[in-house]
């Protein structure tokens, strides 16, 4: 008999095959002596759509919502079928009496497994791989302590939970809205609130009205004082007048006497090893990664190169478990820029502490950490080389000691002024020497989001101070106001973002960047440099949804309950019924509603098909013109396409345009026209036309250009 290894994606499987020792390869299964290995395709079952229950659905109308099935449908997905028919005849091959869970050893992996096995009726035996690396060791270990499947049931049904959810909430509210004001409005359980956070930030700065306030500075030789009121005063003056009279005191002084002088040692431990939202933050203010760029380039050092450890964990610790193993990873990672760092520690017992090591504090998954894989940097896309320095550095911190320095606060007196200033002395790099080098940026991580610029004091730059003692007298140099603005809060960043919404449970580490993603593809947000901006469909879409639903409490409540429900310490049924409860008020408070809603982004073009004012949207190949009107579905590009066919006289990139005699390239600056082998006239279809792009992309000779002809001899020399 046989044990059937079910796996999240192929390259997973054939992985765990290989060290099976499976090695009879078909389309869809790797079989062996003991185990036959085969794997889903991310998910292969999901939740029915409306129209499977009813096929009236299929048309969104206002008066058939709610949608409130009493029991979820599950279906197969459509361009996954193949696959799920694979695993099902599979599971029913009579020589295969046990099935073996090795999906992402998580939440979604679970849901991923158990509604596959939902619709192929599985009633045999089955088992748990949860591991957090891919690595050779950790599989083999994994499959030496399988865990009965059953010790997830709790997991999976906080997984259908979430599921059934965000199915109850997002399709109801985003068919009601979509219905009423017959435009594309988007809601969620999550992305809604998470709108409302980055619009009330918007309103903020709005509203904010900026002043003029001074500071007073006064040099000293080789060390600047910062003027303040008394030692709990933040240095802003209201007004010039009072600004300058304080700069000129200390100045006609001419002289400052050291009133107090302190001297206090600091320290700063290391910081703690990374969880995904702390990473994506990190790698946002570092790198410039989106929080979904991050999750899918971590994903690959997981899976493909096995140098991390599991990505979707929530926990900054790790497990006792994974103590003995430390100094065999930090061995792993001593190599190019890792090499001084890492041995320098492998000299002695490691100093593992319980800011490192804390099983209280470790969910599902211990923090990410490298594995005891080879490095082999030289492999590694820029991207992934980026991003793993960050993971390795963060590990490699660890176990180095605190940051240590003197800091020296002396306050001087000029003409009744006082004047503040400050110096740091460093005794030990500890920890920071793994960064030196690098820009690590640990000085500026406060968040943006904490209203506010940063005060004239806090700002002053650490200085050298020279000797100095109580009494000692230091001339003033200089003394000098400085005119300044309060300025309003920043806009969120996904660095700042990604933790208001930690803060407040919106999402989880594994969902919040598809979140941001999703407000950026209904184009209700958009990226303006760094920053994370509403647009105007997204201000008119909270203003049309519910009131519960902006809140983030709400959301919180209900994250806090799917973690209950994890652990087996609430009602699965008891949720949903809630659930279906709020979605049917707040359809009919969407019903109710009497506000108008007016696209943001109309034009005064018109329909050539209805009438209506054509919108303008952004897509992948750039701006189009659409129908707001989802029955007419009339919709046309606005900005002519760009062929690497080249310009003749200024091999510039021509355009593509649609005249009467057919598809010609067209320079407009040098007003060259070529035809495009359409020279029968007549509209191409689409299929056409994608043939043609093809036909003058980087692959093919472009053009007539002396750059093409050379590009083509060049290729031509190649292939010969």
């Known amino acids: ?162 599921a059934e959810a965000d199915w109850l909430i997002g399709l109801n509210m985003t068919r009601a809205l979509t219905s009423k004001y017959n435009a594309q409005l988007a809601a969620g359980r999550v992305q809604t609130p998470t709108l409302a956070m980055l619009l009330e930030r918007e309103r903020e700065i709005s509203e904010f009205q900026s002043k003029p306030y001074w500071t007073v500075t006064a040099g000293f030789g080789t060390f600047q004082g910062v003027w303040r009121l008394r030692d709990d005063h933040d240095g802003r003056l209201w007004d010039r007048a009072e600004a300058d009279a304080a700069a000129a005191r200390a100045s006609k002084a001419g002289a400052a006497k050291v009133v107090n002088l302190r001297t206090t040692e600091r320290s700063e431990p290391h910081p703690q090893a990374y969880d995904l939202t702390e990473l994506q933050r990190d790698a946002n203010r570092k790198l410039g990664f989106s929080a979904k760029q991050t999750a899918n380039v971590l994903q690959k050092l997981y899976e493909a190169h096995k140098l991390v450890t599991y990505p979707r964990t929530d926990s900054r610790y790790l497990s ?63 991207e992934e080389r980026r991003l793993y320095d960050l993971i390795v550095r963060r590990f490699i911190a660890l176990f180095y000691g605190p940051y240590r320095y ?169 949720f949903m019924r809630g659930i279906r409860e709020q979605a049917s008020k707040w359809i009919g408070q969407v019903k109710r509603e009497t506000k108008d809603y007016k696209p943001h982004n109309e034009t005064n073009s018109s329909c050539p098909e209805c009438g209506k004012r054509l919108l303008e ?33 200024c091999h510039k990139k021509m355009e593509m345009h649609d005249g009467k005699a057919g598809k010609y390239a067209q320079c407009r600056p040098c007003n060259v026209i070529e035809m495009l082998g359409d020279k029968d006239g007549g509209r191409m279809n689409r299929r056409e036309q994608q043939k043609l792009i093809q036909q003058y992309s980087d692959s093919a000779p472009m053009g007539n250009s002396l750059a093409d002809k050379l590009k083509a001899a060049l290729d031509k020399k190649t292939d010969s």
Not at 544 to 571: C, F, H, N, Y
């Open 617 to 649: 949207v952004k897509g992948k190949r750039g701006k189009s013109l659409m129908c707001p009107d989802r029955e007419c579905g009339y919709r046309r590009s606005t900005e002519p396409i760009l062929l690497n066919k080249r310009c003749p006289q």
């Open 1 to 162: 008999m046989k044990a059937l290894v079910l796996a999240e994606k192929p390259s997973v499987a054939k992985e765990i095959a290989r060290v099976l020792g499976c090695s009879s390869r078909q389309k869809s299964y790797i079989e062996g002596p003991n185990y036959v290995v085969t794997w889903a395709l991310g998910h292969l079952v999901t939740l029915a759509e409306p129209e499977d229950y009813d096929a009236k659905y299929k048309t969104w109308s206002l008066e058939d919502l709610p949608l409130l099935p009493q029991r979820m449908k599950l279906k197969v997905m459509k361009e996954t079928s193949h696959q799920f028919k694979a695993v099902a005849h599979l599971c029913k091959r009579s020589d295969i009496n046990e099935l073996i869970i090795a999906t992402d050893a998580g939440r979604e992996g679970e849901l991923v497994a158990r509604w596959i096995m939902e619709l192929v009726q599985w009633r045999k035996p089955f088992k748990r791989l949860w591991i957090s690396s891919q690595t050779d060791g950790a599989i083999k270990e994994g499959f030496r302590r399988l865990r009965p499947g059953k010790e997830y049931d709790a997991l999976y049904a906080s997984a259908v939970c979430r």
């Open 320 to 382: 006792s478990d994974i103590a003995p193993t430390l100094k065999g990873r930090l061995e792993s990672v001593a190599v190019g820029p890792y090499a001084a760092l890492a041995r320098k520690l492998l000299r002695a017992p490691l100093p593992v502490t319980k800011r490192i090591v804390d099983d209280a504090k470790v969910t599902d998954h211990h923090a990410i950490i490298p594995t005891e894989q080879f490095v082999n940097l030289g492999a590694l896309s820029s």
């Open 406 to 574: 003197d800091e020296t606060s002396v306050v001087l007196e000029a003409g009744g002024e006082r004047f503040y200033a400050k110096g740091k002395t460093e005794k030990d790099a500890g920890w920071r020497e793994v960064y030196q080098g690098v820009s690590s940026s640990f000085d500026d991580e406060e968040e943006e989001d904490e209203g506010a610029a940063r005060t004239t004091e806090q700002k002053q730059a650490s200085q050298l101070l020279p000797p100095l003692a109580v009494g000692q007298t230091v001339s003033v140099k200089s003394a000098a106001s400085k005119e300044l603005r309060t300025l309003p809060p920043a806009r969120y960043t996904e660095a700042s973002l990604l933790t208001r919404m930690e803060k407040h449970g919106l999402g989880t580490p594994a969902t919040r960047a598809d979140i941001i993603e999703k407000l950026l593809s209904t184009d209700t947000i958009e990226r303006v440099r760094s920053s994370l901006v509403p647009t105007g469909k997204g201000k008119q879409l909270l203003e049309l949804v519910v009131d519960d639903l902006r809140s983030p409490e709400l959301t919180a409540s209900w994250e806090r309950e799917l973690e209950r429900i994890s652990k087996g310490q609430a009602d699965p049924a008891a």
